[in-house]
């Protein structure tokens, strides 16, 4: 084979690879959304995840203070964001939202646990809620103080 076909050949295989690496990462994303609902069913889960955080009472007190209304926004558009839906999270850098607060790993859990009953509610099945948590540990750094 000639030099210049078999650079062509390599050229080919390679954006070949880079295409499949896109698409495969964009179709897997896409998967989460939908796993969890689309719109209506991440609203839904972030309205269940509420109705357990008022019944929780290790974590409740720190939000005291907070516009509710406000935390649900932006915590829908973030799940979307994260879950590969069509939105961008305009809300407030993690760490400093939660700097302040001294989080506990136990508190950190708690609304884990929260999160996953509100999931779990909604049928939201096993391995998707997993692969949600796994995004959303990713932030446990910028959330627990230390
Ligand atoms: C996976 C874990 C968590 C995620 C993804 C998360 C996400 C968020 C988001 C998106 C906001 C809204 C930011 C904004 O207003 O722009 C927020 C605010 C808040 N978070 Fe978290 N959070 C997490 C864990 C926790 C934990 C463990 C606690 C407490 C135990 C906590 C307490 C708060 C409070 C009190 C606010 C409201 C702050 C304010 O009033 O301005 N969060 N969080």
Redesign the pocket.
Known sequence: MSLPVLLLRTLLAFALLVMLACTGTRHDDAVLYRELGGQSGITAIVDGFLYELAEDTD?LP??A???ID??RE??IE?LCDVSGGPCEYS??N?RE??RD?Q?TRA??NS??EDLIRAMERRDVPVGAQNRLLKR?AA?YGD?VYR
């Open positions: 974590v720190l939000f203070n907070t516009d406000r935390f932006k915590f973030q809300g407030d993690m939202t939660h607060m989080v508190q950190f609304v884990v959303l932030m959330i």
